[in-house]
């Protein structure tokens, strides 16, 4: 059971992901392919989202590289 300030986990779209990684479609998929990015979750043969808390992690994890502590991207 989760924690009571625990947030539930959020699937989100690929326009949200895009925006909030500040990376196109393109970049996106590339970076997935070389295991640079979250892989989306398959929710219907037609439809994919990713998992808030991956992407949230992913930024965290480039803006740590920016500031010189390692660099991932």
């Known amino acids: 059971m989760a924690e009571p300030s625990e947030q539930p986990e959020r699937l989100i779209k690929l326009d ?11 970049m996106i998929y590339e970076m997935i392919k070389e295991g640079r990015f979250p892989r989306p979750y398959k929710i219907s043969p037609f439809a994919s989202r990713w998992s808030e808390r991956e992407v ?3 930024i965290d994890d480039v803006k740590d590289g920016f500031e010189g502590k390692r660099r991932k991207v």
């Not at 949200?16 to 393109?26: I, N, T, W, Y």
């Open 56 to 58: 949230v992690a992913w």
């Open 16 to 26: 949200e992901v895009c925006r909030r990684a500040g990376l196109g479609k393109s």
